[in-house]
């Protein structure tokens, strides 16, 4: 994939990710590569990653999900920016 996007993340998702950082070293590494991969490919057309749209989520509320072992990553794709909501375990991520 030539396209590159732009990965911007909210203060919400900056906090979580600090608190991720402390709490799981070994899940936030995955979160780097997770990045690392949505620069490239948010849609997941390659198939790479466990990637959803999230039925009945608006825009701006996190659309899409990528699975990272228990932790849940919430993103929205706009134009050529992917913008990152949260990252959370799963039991807190859907509510």
């Known amino acids: 994939m ?3 996007y732009r990965v911007v993340a ?8 600090r608190h991720l950082h402390k709490r799981s070293p070994d899940a936030y590494d995955a979160l780097l590569h997770a990045l690392e ?6 849609f997941n057309i ?6 959803r749209k999230l ?3 608006p825009s701006g509320e996190g659309q899409f999900r990528l699975r990272i072992g ?10 050529t920016d992917v913008v ?3 990252i959370r375990p799963r039991s ?4």
């Open 10 to 17: 909210t203060r919400a998702f900056e906090r979580q990710a």
């Open 2 to 4: 030539d396209r590159r």
């Open 84 to 86: 990152l909501h949260s």
């Open 55 to 57: 039925v009945h989520v």
């Open 46 to 51: 390659t198939g790479r990653a466990d990637i």
């Open 92 to 95: 807190t991520s859907y509510r």
């Open 70 to 79: 228990d932790y849940r990553l919430r993103y929205d794709v706009s134009g």
């Open 37 to 42: 991969l949505l620069e490239t490919d948010p």
